[in-house]
Structures are given as C-alpha cells and as structure tokens.
C-alpha cells in the first residue's frame, strides 16, 4: 500500500517537473516555480557566491531589503561568509521581500596567504530592475596572475 502512494506521488512530482521544464506549466499553484533549472519554492531568490578565480577570497558581500538611495549607498547587511578558496562557493536563499538590493563591496584578494589587494565594488543589483522574485544571482570572482573581477549574473545573464 505504502509503495503504490508513493509511487503515484513520485509520478505526479515528476510530471510536473517535467512539464514545467518544458514550459507548459509555471509551478504547481504558486507553490513553486522553475528557474533556471532548479526549483524555486515561494518566489525566493537564490544567491550564489562563487570564487572562480586562482585566488582565496574574503567576500564582503552587502544587501538591503530596499531599493533606495540610501540602501544602494549604505546597505544595512552583508553575508557572512568568511574565506573562499579557488573553486568553493556558497548560497543563500531570500524570500523576495528580504531582497531589494546587493552587490560586492570591497573583497579581499590573497594569493598563498598573502595579501594581494581590494576587489572594486560590483554594480549594485536592484529588486524589480536587474532581478525579480525566484531569480537566481550569481556573484562570481573570477581571475588569474594579474587579472582579478567580480562578475554578476542574473539567471545565467551577466548584468554588470
């Protein structure tokens, strides 16, 4: 009895899936939605902070939950995060609300414990402009021997 229910939940799971990655439907009744290739339950926003660079990294990452002036120049939060050595990444999940704006402020750069400099900030990203709910946000550090950068992504597209 137990196998033939979850198996029948199995096979609707996967059908939706299935045909919501082929476009046909949106989510299950606003309970989740298709971005990018994952699941994303309730419209959050998923934030992903890759070190894609030859270089440790000590992110300083900052968000605000509004879109104004003063939020873009002086945001209340930051993600803590710590060192990222080349090829780690981390993430974070935001209800849209949460979400208004971010970007990389001033990262530490290191190359074999050595203090090499200050990343310059990214473009700050802003809710309802660069990204919406259920977005995927990708800020990547990327770089080699005398080349370092941080790139933003929205849902796979570069927006800096």
Do not use: K
């Not at 992110?59 to 080349?86: A, H, K, Q, W, Y």
């Not at 974070?92 to 530490?108: A, H, N, P, R, Y």
């Not at 090499?116 to 309802?128: D, K, T, Y």
């Amino acid at each position: 009895m137990f196998r033939h229910r979850f198996g029948t939940v199995l096979v609707v799971f996967v059908a939706a899936l299935t045909l919501g990655s082929a476009g046909c439907i949106n989510g299950l009744g606003g309970i989740f939605d298709f971005v990018d290739g994952r699941v994303s339950f309730d419209g959050d926003i998923r934030v992903e902070v890759f070190n894609d660079s030859d270089f440790e990294v000590i992110p300083d990452v900052r968000f605000d939950d509004d879109t104004d002036v003063r939020s873009i120049d002086n945001p209340d939060d930051f993600l803590d995060i710590g060192e990222l050595l080349p090829g780690e990444f981390v993430q974070f999940d935001f209800d849209c609300d949460e979400l208004g704006v971010i970007f990389s402020d001033e990262t530490e750069v290191f190359f074999f414990g050595e203090f090499v400099g200050v990343a310059e900030a990214s473009f700050p990203i802003i809710n309802g402009l660069e990204f919406d709910c259920a977005d995927l946000i990708q800020i990547r550090f990327v770089g080699a021997d005398d080349f370092f950068d941080v790139e933003t992504r929205v849902n796979g597209f570069r927006v800096d």
